[in-house]
């Protein structure tokens, strides 16, 4: 006798990738709009400027160029064919995780935030490194 109340369904890999992607996303974004509300930010995007030599116009382009990897990897996810899905998926995570903690700060809402992002990119990895193809 079954006595589950709501049968056991298992979800699609590529809806729980492109799912984990969008809380990536949202994550990144809102971690840049509290960032936003912190007194002198704009003096250390100006002092990263001048330390790194890249103008601001670039280090923004950097960033949005960064911020455009979890949106593509949303659609990414759910239409690319398996092989290649899971590569990119690794890879994509990797490379977020790279990013995320390269230019981490140390305000208290960016290390949370970006610790709830980590977790998310290795699930990402994990179930894509983990996924099988029953299509096959």
């Given at each position: 006798?079954?006595?589950?109340?709501?049968?056991?369904?298992?979800?699609?890999?590529?809806?729980?990738?492109?799912?984990?992607?969008?809380?990536?996303?949202?994550?990144?974004?809102?971690?840049?709009?509290?960032?936003l509300h912190i007194p002198g930010v704009f003096d250390e995007v100006a002092k990263t400027s001048?330390?790194?030599?890249?103008?601001?116009?670039q280090l923004m382009l950097v960033g949005a160029i960064m911020m455009e990897i979890p949106a593509a990897m949303i659609i990414l996810s759910r239409v690319l064919k398996y092989g290649v899905n899971r590569w990119v998926n690794i890879i994509a995570g990797i490379f977020t995780i790279a990013y995320i903690w390269g230019g981490a700060a140390s305000y208290p809402h960016y290390i949370f935030i970006a610790t709830v992002e980590t977790i998310c990119l290795l699930l990402i990895i994990w179930f894509a490194w983990k996924w099988r193809n029953v299509e096959a």
């Open positions: 006798m079954n006595t589950n109340i709501i049968p056991a369904k298992r979800i699609d890999t590529k809806v729980l990738l492109s799912t984990l992607w969008i809380v990536v996303m949202i994550n990144m974004a809102y971690a840049d709009i509290l960032s001048v330390s790194t030599g890249a103008p601001i116009p």
